[in-house]
């Protein structure tokens, strides 16, 4: 079993800048791909970025260029850097351990993220 804990969400102006972590800790036997997701006020959870095992990235186009994911493999944490946020990236912002063969997937609890104009 894993746990997947993220933090750094709050409240920010508009232009303004977050950076989420998501620490895994527990019983890692597997490499995972890894994705931050997030959901907004009755809305249904979208992707918003993706760090594959070997290192390489994908963002959701509304988040291209002003979000960068990275991962700190000593410390399990995986991050992603929000610049020049917008009202609309206001979300809870989910990381994911993806599910893969033998390997289970997990979800973090969430953390908060609001953009005001």
């Known amino acids: 079993q894993a746990q997947l804990l993220e933090s750094g969400g709050g409240s920010v102006q508009a232009g303004g800048s977050l950076r989420l972590s998501c620490e895994a800790s527990?019983?890692?036997?597997?490499?995972?791909?890894m994705n931050w997701y997030r959901q907004a006020p009755g809305q249904q959870r979208e992707f918003v970025s993706r760090i594959a095992r070997d290192g390489s990235t994908n963002y959701a186009d509304s988040v291209k260029g002003r979000f960068t994911i990275s991962q700190d493999n000593a410390k399990q944490t995986m991050y992603l850097q929000m610049n020049n946020l917008k009202p609309e990236d206001t979300a809870t912002y989910y990381c994911n351990l993806e599910e893969r063969g033998l390997c289970p997937g997990y979800w973090g609890q969430g953390t908060r993220v609001t953009v005001s104009p």
């Open positions: 527990g019983d890692l036997v597997c490499r995972y791909d």
